[in-house]
Every structure is written in C-alpha cells, then in structure tokens.
C-alpha cells in the first residue's frame, strides 16, 4: 500500500547502498511515529500524551564502545588519547554486515539539519530500526521544511540497527555493542544498544570534529538571550543545573545543550531538548515539566504506572539517567531562530561535592581557559559502589567523551573569542557550601539564581574582589541579599582546619589532572592553575 512517507528503498536509498525486501519509511511525522512505535510494540502512551519507551540494559552511552577510523586522514587530528581507532579495513566489513542486516528490516529514515545557522548547518539524514528512535531524533535535531526536504542532500548520515550485534573477533571491535564513526564520508554506524541519545551524540561529535576547520567553537552547554540581545553561555557537566539555569523564564532559551560560536554569533545544533527527568516535579520546574508531559514528547526509562500511564519521575527503577526529549517550541520562551549575538558572559557550572569552592568567582581569559580544560565536577558518596567520599571528575571542555580533536583546539578557541569579544567569565558552584556532601548542605539555587542575575544585569563585575588564596581567582566580597559567610566558604566551615585540609586536596586533584595539558597549552595558562604553593602561603 502506497502511502505519503513511504518510497521504494531500492530507488530512495540508491545511493546509500540499502536493498532487500524491507521498506524505508522518509520523513513519517509525530502522529504517524507514534502509530507505527505502539504496534510495534516499541513504545506506550502515557496518560499526558507522551511516548514512553524502554532501552533494556542499555541506559546511557556506551563510550568504550566508540571507534573513529585511524586513517591518513584523521591520523593528526584526532585526539588518540581518547577516541578509540577502528581501521578502514575493519569499517568497512562492519559496514557491510550492517547493510546485510539492514536490510532484512524495514527502517524510518528522517532528514533533518545539525545547525540553526544556514552557514555553518550539515544536512543529516538517519535510519533507524525503530520507529520512537525516528521520533527521537526528529525532535532532538532541527527539521527543514518541505522544500528543502525535496531536494536532500545529506552530508551526514547515521544508521542506527539496536538489534545488530557486532562480532568483536571479526569486526575487531570491544563488545557486541558498537558506535562506528567515518568522518572522511561522514557516516556512523550504530548497533547493539537501543539508547537514543547515542545518535544525538554522534551528529555533536561530527560537528565537534568538523566545525574547527571553519573557524566555528562546538560547545556542550546551554544558552539564553536576554530581551537587549545579551546572550549568555553556560558549561557544565551532568547533574550542575545546566539544563536549570538557563531555563530562566525572564530570558530566552535558545537551547539546553549543544551549540556553535562563529563570527556571527552562537548558534544552536538542535531543535528540541533532551532533559534528565530524575525526581522532575511540576512546581520545581513548570516549563521543562509542561514540555515532557505532552504529545510530542519522547519517555525514555520513565516509569509509568501500568493502570494509569502516568509518569513517575521520582522513580529510579529504570535508570537514575531517565529522559525525555522535547522540542523546543514546547518552551514558551523558547527562541524560534535558535539563534543570537555573540555572548556578553560565559559561565562554567561545576557541582563542588567537597564544599571548598565558592558560589562564584570571576575568570580572567587564562583562567577560563584552564578551566574550561579541566571540566570539573564531583560525584557524590553513595552514587556508586565503594563511593563513601567525594570524588572528583574532570572531563575537559565539559564534554571529554564528544571531543574527537585535542581539547587545546577548543580551549584556544574559547580563549581567542573571550578576548575578541570582551566577554566577562564565571565559574559557578552549585554544590556543597558549610562542608562537604553528607556534612555541608547544598548551595541553595536561589543564591545561584540571584549570583546570576548579578551577572546578567552587568552588576557583579561592578562589585569588590578579593583573591582567593587556593584557587587564585576572583571572587566578590558581597552582594545584596546573599549572605557574607557563602561567598567565603572558609568561614562556613565548623573546623577551619578541616577546611584548609580538603581545599589543599582539591587543588592538588586540579594540579595532577592538568599535568596532561602542561605542554599544549602557554604560560599565561599554566600560571592561571591553582597550586598547592599558593594555598600555603
């Protein structure tokens, strides 16, 4: 039966190399996905008109199991330290295999963009096996309009199979689970894991990897735009209030997660948002609980009550990683170009479990750059086993695993702009104040908001500074109704002892994880470190 969407996908992906008896289906919308994922038995509607669905073992990315193609081409310009090699060789047979596999089944294949900016945007075209995966990335990434659609040229292309299953002895790869990326031709192959957000990673690492030949900074963090045309950036890693923070209703969002910074302004990667839904409740945060709950909207690992199909967002029995992607005109400030100027602040987000490092603290260039590559955050005790005191994490440029070049390119980058553009820097914590996790309590969010408020405003640059004696930055002596004592973590502390003890420790974690950029990195920014010299004096 013929029908709008459906082609003969020996003629549809001719130049693609799929054939065999299964049909591909293009460009099926919302309701169309939504049909096809519930008779499939992929997915359930809830009772609030979402799509729900399940991942199996499944519930975050599988990094280890990542591989670039080492070859003439990406040999000097991939950062090896940290992306696993996959020869040409070894690509091309799993290719093979994945369109052997492929097509015995009938694939939903979405065309779509990766970039509000048209100048610096690729053409993204993806295969999936399953339908709610379409739906997924339809809603995570920017769909062009009809015309566009007629004449699609992809320069990018992703097949996700989650029922393929690599052979590591003939593919020569970790496990049975694989992400397999081409850059030469743009291509990633996907299989063995039905997370969905591995496809949304895979078109941010592309860009990560291709955006720096143009002169383009590919950022992981999220951004908004006030009503004079201040825009404002915001790093972080999971679990700092990235997502949070710039969901502020006063500004406008132009995206949660992934973004580009050309000469012409920041620009974002993506057309919907995809939010952590962990303990999500509706008086916390209307807007992003008001987008997930809604037709439209994708559950991924959301519990859903069997009787009555609503979500329960405080259960973690699933995943303590569940998700929902939305798209971004379900956020009523949401900006309908996902567009703006270049930023007037940059703000770094770190979640300090050791409750060492102050609410706030202002950043020279070098500075922000140093932190900017060290990318730190902590985990708390009891979040994995043998965990009983904070770890500290690091994960450059706030993305390490979605970084194919060296993080020197980026942090140069970021740099160079800061100075371009005469951007004012902050580093915030929204972790632990008054001691560490399980002693301290955290950074009440409405200091953070009102720190950031004074930043925005312009205000907080115009306070009093005072250097601090471990870390070495910037950070203010007071402000109208934040109290003295949380601008200076020393003084919150019970035992001041106890206090200098633990922010030593800290500071030599930072020392030893930068040991690995010493050498790629200048002398302004290797003087901007903190050390452990310093905090004795």
Request: contains cysteine; proline residues 5%; hydrophobic residues 40%.
């Amino acid at each position: 039966m013929q029908e709008t969407g459906l082609r003969n996908p020996r003629l549809s992906t001719q130049s693609f190399g799929l054939e065999g008896p299964g049909m591909v289906f293009f460009n099926l919308t919302e309701a169309a996905l939504y049909e096809r994922s519930i008779a499939r038995g992929e997915a359930r509607l809830t009772a609030d008109g979402a799509l729900a669905a399940e991942t199996g073992i499944h519930t975050g990315r599988s990094p280890r199991d990542r591989f670039i193609i080492r070859d003439e081409a990406t040999e000097n310009e991939i950062w090896w330290d940290n992306n696993n090699a996959i020869s040409r060789e070894q690509f091309d047979l799993l290719k093979q295999d994945f369109l052997a596999f492929a097509s015995t089944r009938s694939l939903f294949a979405q065309d779509l963009h990766g970039g509000a900016d048209p100048a610096h945007r690729i053409n993204v075209r993806v295969y999936c096996e399953h339908a709610w995966h379409a739906l997924f990335i339809r809603t995570v990434l920017r769909r062009p309009d009809r015309a566009e659609i007629e004449d699609f040229d992809p320069g990018f292309t992703i097949l996700c199979l989650p029922s393929f299953r690599a052979d590591p002895d003939r593919h020569g790869v970790r496990t049975e689970t694989i992400i397999a990326c081409d850059y030469t031709n743009g291509l990633v192959l996907i299989g063995g894991t039905s997370y969905a957000g591995e496809m949304k990673k895979s078109v941010f690492s592309y860009l990560n990897y291709l955006l720096p030949s143009k002169d383009v900074l590919p950022m992981h963090c999220s951004a908004n735009v006030g009503d004079h045309g201040d825009s404002a950036v915001f790093f972080g890693l999971s679990g700092t209030g990235k997502t949070t923070l710039s969901a502020d209703a006063s500004r406008t969002l132009i995206g949660d997660d992934e973004h580009g910074w050309s000469d012409e302004g920041i620009f974002n990667f993506e057309g919907g948002c995809y939010a952590k839904t962990i303990h999500l409740s509706k008086k916390a945060e209307p807007e992003i609980y008001a987008a997930v709950t809604r037709f439209g909207a994708v559950l991924e690992n959301v519990v859903i009550d069997t009787d009555t199909r609503v979500p329960n967002f405080d259960s973690a029995a699933l995943a303590e990683n569940a998700r929902a992607a939305y798209p971004l005109d379900a956020v009523a400030n949401a900006s309908r170009t996902g567009r703006a100027a270049a930023p007037k602040n940059v703000v770094m987000l770190t979640c300090d479990a050791f409750g060492v490092m102050p609410p706030i603290a202002k950043l020279t260039p070098a500075e922000a750059m140093y932190h900017f590559l060290s990318g730190y955050t902590a985990k708390v005790a009891g979040t994995e086993k043998g965990v009983s005191e904070p770890q500290a994490t690091f994960s450059t440029c706030f993305g390490a695993p979605f970084m194919p070049r060296h993080p020197s390119v980026y942090g140069n980058m970021l740099r160079d702009l800061i100075i371009l553009h005469d951007v004012d820097c902050w580093l915030v914590n929204t972790g632990w104040t008054g001691g560490k996790y399980g002693v301290g309590r955290r950074m009440p969010i409405e200091v953070t908001r009102r720190l950031l408020n004074a930043v925005l405003d312009g205000s907080l640059k115009e306070a009093d500074f005072r250097t601090d004696p471990y870390f070495g930055f910037a950070v203010p002596t007071s402000l109208p109704g934040v109290e003295p004592h949380l601008l200076n973590p020393a003084k919150s502390w019970v035992d001041p002892a106890e206090f200098e003890e633990t922010a030593r420790k800290l500071v030599g974690m930072f020392a030893e994880n930068f040991t690995r950029f010493e050498t790629e990195v200048d002398d302004e920014v290797r003087d901007a470190q903190p050390r452990v010299a310093i905090a004795a004096e």
